[in-house]
């Protein structure tokens, strides 16, 4: 078995880090250029120490249960954009992994309903972009985000998010239904306090980045449908709503 702990810069020259396997069972790491090379079997059954130490323009060096091992020079360059570390065939995986798409909303449903809003930080890029209906703009980093969640909370604090369906994935985009509900007891833009009973159902439809996490994330529901549990506006079918249609050119509606 196999414990990994990867030191890596973040400078533009380290723009590809991947862990791989060599015959017998050995542990090798390309980064950029170079390659290194384990020289400690870590497929035998046992737990073994991995960590990689690299200084750039200076060294790469690749250490198992301590022992350090060489370096080489390839002939070719790594065509890859992101982090892609991943175990040897035959070695366990490393304890990390991103989140299932399942696990990436189901966190994002507690941040809201526990009313976390620290909750963001760990399913959310540092540099995320949020909207909804009641954004003016983009909300932009997990600190906005949490301010506009605070905010909510204080008009809805009860506020609850319901999965309503299956979430839906292709490894960049992912979209989910929901039902949010709450109690409104605080000011919602000018709305003020209305004691109502709200209950909107909503899609959360998101970008993911490399690492898993949201990278930007569109909440769609109803405002009218919303306006209309608050009191604010009139139900359909009711003389208040005629009367709304009328004033605006539309005519009445039988």
Request: glycine share 8%; aromatic share 8%; hydrophobic share 40%.
């Amino acid at each position: 078995m196999l414990v990994a702990a990867l030191a890596v810069p973040t400078s533009a020259a380290a723009s590809a880090l991947l862990l791989d396997d060599i015959s017998g069972g050995l542990v090798r790491v390309f980064l950029s250029e170079v390659e290194v090379s384990g020289t400690t079997v870590v497929n035998d059954g046992d737990w073994h120490h991995f960590a990689v130490v690299w200084e750039p323009g200076a060294r790469l060096d690749v250490y198992v249960d301590g022992a350090r091992g060489p370096a080489h020079h390839r002939r070719h360059p790594l065509e890859r954009r992101r982090l892609d570390v991943r175990a040897a065939r035959g070695v366990s995986q490393p304890s990390w992994r991103p989140m299932e798409v399942d696990e990436l909303f189901d966190a994002w449903d507690r941040a809201w309903s526990g009313r976390d809003a620290r909750g963001f930080e760990s399913i959310c890029s540092p540099d995320v972009h949020y909207e909804d209906p009641l954004t003016e703009e983009p909300l932009i980093g997990t600190r906005r985000l949490a301010r506009h969640a605070r905010q909510l909370w204080k008009a809805l604090p009860d506020a609850r998010v319901n999965s309503t369906g299956a979430r839906l994935s292709n490894g960049t985009f992912v979209s989910a239904p929901c039902r949010i509900l709450g109690t409104h007891l605080g000011e919602i833009g000018r709305i003020h306090p209305t004691k109502r009973q709200l209950e909107v159902h909503a899609v959360v439809y998101a970008e993911l980045d490399d690492e898993q996490r949201f990278l930007r994330v569109r909440a769609f529901f109803d405002v009218y449908s919303a306006a209309m549990d608050l009191g604010v506006v009139p139900k359909p079918g009711t003389a208040g709503e005629r009367a709304m249609l009328m004033l605006r050119g539309f005519g009445l509606r039988g």
